[in-house]
């Protein structure tokens, strides 16, 4: 990634966040204010993390400085916002973290909408190879857990409360219910 992809995707995020048209009570754009600068911190880290990698001599003494900075100030904002993103997960443009309570460990597309009190994680505590993958333009409900070694399919929407425990590769899918189950049409 480079400097310009990356400042163009906090960009896009800001004006998701921030500058939208919503009338909301001044708590909530403080609140998704929040989000929006953890989101960003998390996405500087990434990239100092990159550069990091390939970096030699006094560039490499800058990104970890700029990296330990990234990662701390984005401790701080989690407190705030009560959001967690795992240092390991992959995260695609305009992800829209709704409310407080969302833990993320795993691989995330591009427009993914994700309500609060969720979970997207692994099965094992020590294992971090089983993570989810969540495709593009996913929608998670209120409470939703998305857990394990799992993909789900582009525009599946995920019910408040559901708990999905395996695949769901056809996209379009509505997935409800504990263990998740695709909804069928009529019901």
């Given amino acids: 990634m480079t400097k310009r992809e990356l400042e163009d995707i906090i960009a896009e995020e800001k004006m998701m966040y921030v500058k939208s048209n919503y009338s909301f009570h001044r708590f909530v754009r403080q609140r998704r204010y929040v989000i929006w600068k953890y989101l960003s911190c998390f996405r500087r880290a990434q990239y100092y993390k990159e550069q990091l990698a390939a970096a030699h001599g006094f ?3 800058i990104m970890k400085l700029a990296l330990r900075f990234s990662l701390r100030k984005k401790n701080i904002l989690s ?6 993103i795992t240092n390991n997960s992959t995260i695609g443009r305009r992800l829209n973290i709704w409310h407080g309570g969302v833990v993320i460990c795993g691989n995330l597309g591009d427009d993914v909408a994700v309500r609060g009190n969720s979970v997207i994680g692994n099965k094992e505590l020590i294992n971090s190879a089983g993570i989810p993958t969540v495709g593009n333009g996913v929608e ?3 409470g939703a857990a998305v857990i394990g070694s799992i ?3 582009e525009r599946c929407i995920i019910g408040a409360n559901a708990v999905v425990t395996k695949s769901f590769l ?5 997935i409800v219910g504990v263990p ?3 909804l069928e049409k009529g019901e």
């Fill in 140 to 142: 998670i409900g209120f």
């Fill in 79 to 84: 407190e705030r916002c009560a959001v967690e």
């Fill in 180 to 182: 998740g189950k695709a």
């Fill in 151 to 153: 993909t789900i399919a």
């Fill in 59 to 61: 560039h490499k003494l």
């Fill in 170 to 174: 056809k996209p379009g899918t509505v």
